[in-house]
């Protein structure tokens, strides 16, 4: 080897190819610097460390989350309840497919400083995650995270909340000390129950066989469950469809959207009877006829409509099946036809999952308390010189005449499936989609 000067590189190596002049190449074990240190440089001895002079890793860091990303891939600052977005993590280095199993997402709402990891999410090598806000999740605002240790990096969104409509309609047919206020009482449940801060809530009532003093009592009353709700009074289906299709003064139809509605009145076969037997009847039916008026843009995207008015989803109009103990059998069953119901005609126009009775609802759940003190003791009577028949049921005459029952708080229970027209027709709510056969929910 002969003797070292001072600054020159000893080179200790096997199977050097190449010249003096050109590059060594390959299966170069290591390099040492004989004027101290030392140092490796890598070959392509095993295929897989083939990087000369290969430096120490930079630890991997998430250095942002871009998102949400509808499906279209195009980015939006908005987000509808009940559709998959996607976001994205970026990180300051080309990560190894080992080092993302650490990788954690995690989800805030309403900039309340809590985290909460995601672990049942859809994800490409937890790089990318897709991800949706539920329909019943009432927050405003979404962040989300993703991260290796401390939660920092993460993308917000706003969270569309689309209006929510509870139509109440009147009891006209049968205005008992217990059914007079069944409808708006189920109403007010909602709003106890599922929508306490939804920024978008609205009781619409058909106003004409309620007393002012009730229809101050029942705003009063949903407005301690929800302080933004609007309570808007109509007497026309045709002030109905106007009000869906356009919004009123107050709101805005070009801004908000409608994401719910849900039908708390009488019904018949295919028709919404929010004024059965009452002065203004015929102008008070929603039938199939009307649901080519309304219109879709109006909606959000995947709107829901619950009707518990009888037999939505029922075709079979015939004089006959009004008579409550009428049974279906397996000929007079082909009539039901759901598959051309008032529900289905609903779904699919507006695209909208609908959920229908095919019998009669029923609303003697409305005030069945179970004998709850704390519910019972709320009770109150609204005078009302329309309630003259308190027999039934049993349990809502004791008040006696001209009184109406009441509950701040609204329902006890909610409506359920009726037990007529019985024989071969199914009870239960029926699930109807755009181009999709009716099924049991």
Not at 185 to 193: F, T
Not at 208 to 223: G, V, Y
Request: with cysteine.
């Amino acid at each position: 080897m002969g003797e070292q000067k001072k600054g020159q590189i000893l080179i200790i190596a096997k199977n050097i190819r190449g010249t003096a002049s050109g590059v060594i190449l390959e299966e170069g074990k290591f390099t040492r610097n004989i004027a101290g240190g030392k140092f490796y440089q890598w070959g392509k001895t095993d295929g897989v460390n083939n990087d000369v002079n290969k430096p120490r890793k930079e630890a991997l860091k998430v250095i942002k989350v871009e998102g949400p990303f509808d499906e279209n891939e195009k980015l939006v600052d908005s987000i509808a309840k009940e559709k998959w977005y996607t976001y994205k993590a970026k990180f300051n280095r080309t990560p190894e497919k080992d080092e993302l199993k650490t990788l954690k997402w995690a989800c805030e709402y309403n900039e309340s400083g809590k985290k909460n990891l995601l672990f049942d999410v859809s994800n490409k090598e937890k790089i990318e995650i897709t991800h949706k806000v539920l329909r019943y999740n009432n927050n405003l605002r979404l962040r989300i995270f993703a991260f290796f240790q401390t939660p920092l990096t993460n993308t917000k969104a706003e969270i569309i909340q689309g209006e929510v409509l509870l139509v109440v309609g009147t009891e006209q047919h049968s205005q008992t000390y217990g059914n007079k206020l069944m409808f708006p009482a189920q109403a007010v449940r909602e709003l106890r129950e599922n929508y306490k801060n939804h920024q978008y809530a609205n009781i619409v009532i058909f106003k004409d066989a309620f007393t002012n003093m009730q229809l101050s009592i029942i705003k009063r009353d949903a407005k301690k469950w929800n302080i933004n709700l609007y309570m808007k009074q109509i007497n026309s289906v045709t002030e109905l469809i106007n009000y869906i299709n356009k919004g009123d003064g107050n709101v805005s139809r070009s801004k908000i959207k409608i994401s719910t509605i849900k039908f708390f009145s009488h019904g018949l076969p295919s028709v919404l009877d929010f004024g059965l037997d009452g002065d203004h009847e015929e102008n008070q039916r929603f039938k199939i006829e009307h649901v080519a008026r309304l219109k879709k843009e109006s909606f959000t995207s995947n709107p829901e409509i619950y009707s518990y008015a009888c037999r939505t989803g029922n075709s079979d109009g015939r004089t006959v099946t009004l008579n409550p103990s009428y049974k279906y059998d397996s000929e007079s069953i082909k009539l039901v036809k759901p598959e051309e119901s008032l529900a289905q005609k609903l779904s699919q126009n507006l695209d909208a999952k609908v959920f229908a009775y095919l019998r009669r609802s029923n609303y003697m759940s409305t005030w069945l308390d179970g004998g709850k003190e704390e519910y019972k003791s709320k009770y109150i009577t609204i005078e009302d010189e329309n309630v003259s028949n308190p027999f039934n049921p049993k349990d809502w005459f004791r008040k006696g005449w001209d009184e109406a029952l009441w509950n701040p708080d609204g329902a006890f229970l909610p409506p359920k499936s009726g037990d007529s027209p019985a024989g071969l027709l199914q009870s239960g709510l029926f699930i109807f989609e755009k181009d999709k056969t009716p099924r049991l929910k």
